[in-house]
């Protein structure tokens, strides 16, 4: 009968750490044509490490003392990286003055009187000139899918540092899976363009980059136009896109997984649970017809 089935299905499912909140959850779930999924933290393990410091005009040290002045209010992931390597590095820093997070583009605050910004390149132009090699080491960076911030220092490029957040280890593979059950598969991300399109490359899967927070609801609303599209998200920082989307899945850890404006969850951080909640769902909807 048809609650049988969907019951069967949804605690099937908790079983497994795959949430579904209630039966429409599944119909839904079961008729997804795209599923869109947040970058940072999703596809990607979310822990980025800073792998390059580019100093120009002064040296690594201070531009890493600089950065972490500034990231040190900033609960951001890049920050976090950035304030792990002034520890290991044993960088000293006091924390910076009035400090305050730009959404989308990176964070200031004032160090010795001076003003520093830390940032995505892309919103750092306009507070200082960069070079043609400055231009180039950005380039290069980015095509290699490591994401650069920029530190200004009252008008002036003072450096570099470069981050990466590896792919989790089944991204590629969840990724083929839904390309082989028919579901198109795309990330969208504040990042980059050239780094998106790196990792995006690397998992086989479409792209949007440089979204602010409402550019992914814009985004989700104009690819639900044609087909249910499926967002996947920290469920934190993405609640608006979850919530615009056809349905919402939340992906995090256990417990700490933001569930109130998500229609489900996947709990174990694994991006290989996406295609699995959708062949379930499609298997309890198959049992009912
Ligand atoms: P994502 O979709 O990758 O989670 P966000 O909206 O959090 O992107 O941020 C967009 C971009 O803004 C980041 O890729 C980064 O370039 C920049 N940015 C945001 N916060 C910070 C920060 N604290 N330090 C450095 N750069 C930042
Ligand atoms: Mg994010």
Redesign the pocket.
């Known amino acids: 009968s048809v609650p049988a089935a969907i019951a069967a299905a949804l605690s099937a499912g908790a079983r497994q750490g795959l949430l579904m909140k209630g039966g429409v959850v599944i119909e839904t779930a079961a008729r997804t044509g795209l599923v869109a999924f ?4 999703t596809l990607t393990r979310g822990r980025p490490r800073v792998t390059d410091i580019v100093a120009l005009g002064r040296d690594g040290r201070e531009v890493l003392a600089l950065a972490a002045a500034v ?1 040190a209010g ?1 609960a ?4 976090e990286a ?1 304030l792990e390597r002034a520890r290991a590095d044993a960088v000293a820093f006091v924390p910076a003055a009035e400090a305050a ?7 200031t605050g004032k160090v010795d009187g001076r003003t520093v910004f ?4 892309r ?1 750092a132009t306009s507070r200082a000139p960069f070079d043609r090699g400055a231009d180039s080491a950005v380039e290069s960076l980015e095509s290699a899918g490591k ?3 920029a530190v200004i220092v009252d008008g002036t490029l003072a450096g570099l540092i470069a981050l990466r957040d590896e792919p989790r280890e089944d991204a590629a593979a969840a990724m083929a899976e839904l390309r082989a059950m028919g579901v198109r598969a795309t990330m ?5 363009a050239r ?1 998106a399109a790196a990792i995006a490359d690397a998992l086989g899967m479409e792209h949007q980059a440089e ?3 409402d550019g ?1 609801v814009a985004a989700l609303k104009q690819l639900g136009a044609g087909t249910t599209v499926m967002m996947v998200g920290d469920g934190i ?1 993405d609640a608006p896109a979850l919530a615009a989307a056809g349905i919402g899945i939340a992906m995090g850890s256990g417990t700490d997984v933001a569930l109130e404006t998500a229609d489900g969850a996947v709990l174990k951080s694994r991006v290989s649970d996406v295609p699995a909640l959708i062949r379930l769902a499609r298997a309890a909807m198959g049992n009912i017809r």
């Open positions: 947040d970058k940072t933290g990231e900033s951001h992931p890049l920050a950035v997070a730009l959404a989308g583009q990176g964070v830390v940032g995505a390149p919103h994401t650069v911030a969208l991300t504040g990042d980059n780094t979204l602010m927070p992914k920082n």
